[in-house]
T-cell receptor, first 113, second 114 residues
Framework: DGGITQSPKYLFRKEGQNVTLSCEQN?????MYWYRQDPGQGLRLIYY???????QKGDIAEGYSVSREKKESFPLTVTSAQKNPTAFYLC????????????FGNGTRLTVT | DQQVKQNSPSLSVQEGRISILNCDYTNSMFDYFLWYKKYPAEGPTFLISISSIKDKNEDGRFTVFLNKSAKHLSLHIVPSQPGDSAVYFCAASKTGGSQGNLIFGKGTKLSVKP
């Protein structure tokens, strides 16, 4: 079954530590995205990548970093510079063709204390 | 400044009746609009979309209406079923943008009561 896998589902870290969230897709999609959801808020774009070895900042990229070394993988690192890291993180992918639907993973809930 | 607004945080509807979820936008450059459905602890799933060249798109029980002059779109679900209970996000994309560069509303939580 094709899809997007995010792991782990729940992640706990102490303040000041970097943490990396995994996102893997086997849909052969070119483009991948990271969104963040906070309670009562819409999804906000952190970073996106439309091709391997290339990525762009979204609306709230500060305190985050990404890499896209393989088409299937787009890990997100939440650094200690991110002031409010506790959130629900969603990875998504789609074909690069215009208006191709986004497919989302089931998310990782990160709690930083 | 919120470019996509869903002004109703929640909506409760009786099973079998119509559910109408509303969405307003401010940016006239948006040319494609989508609705996503999200269950707790899961990622959103794509539901239905509409291009700005149309004013209506229908898929089974789901219909999206677009009123460009009012910068308003709505999602109609008829008849509503308990399994439709979820959070519904409205999203929009700009001309030339890839579909992933979406601007999302804050969502409306729909509860369909048996």
């Amino acid at each position: 079954d094709g899809g997007i896998t995010q792991s782990p589902k729940y992640l706990f870290r102490k303040e000041g530590q970097n943490v990396t969230l995994s996102c893997e897709q086997n849909l052969n999609h070119d483009a991948m995205y990271w969104y963040r959801q906070d309670p009562g808020q819409g999804l906000r774009l952190i970073y996106y990548s439309q091709i391997v070895n290339d990525f762009q900042k979204g609306d709230i990229a500060e305190g985050y970093s990404v890499s896209r070394e393989k088409k299937e993988s787009f890990p997100l690192t939440v650094t200690s510079a991110q002031k409010n890291p506790t959130a629900f993180y969603l990875c998504a992918s789609c074909q690069s063709s215009y208006n191709s639907p986004l497919h989302f993973g089931n998310g990782t809930r990160l709690t930083v204390t | 400044d919120q470019q996509v607004k869903q002004n109703s945080p929640s909506l409760s509807v009786q099973e079998g009746r119509i559910s109408i979820l509303n969405c307003d936008y401010t940016n006239s450059m948006f040319d494609y609009f989508l609705w996503y459905k999200k269950y707790p602890a899961e990622g959103p799933t794509f539901l239905i979309s509409i291009s700005s060249i149309k004013d209506k798109n229908e898929d089974g029980r789901f219909t999206v209406f677009l009123n460009k002059s009012a910068k308003h779109l709505s999602l109609h679900i008829v008849p509503s079923q308990p399994g439709d209970s979820a959070v519904y996000f409205c999203a929009a994309s700009k001309t030339g943008g890839s579909q992933g560069n979406l601007i999302f509303g804050k969502g409306t939580k729909l509860s369909v009561k048996p």
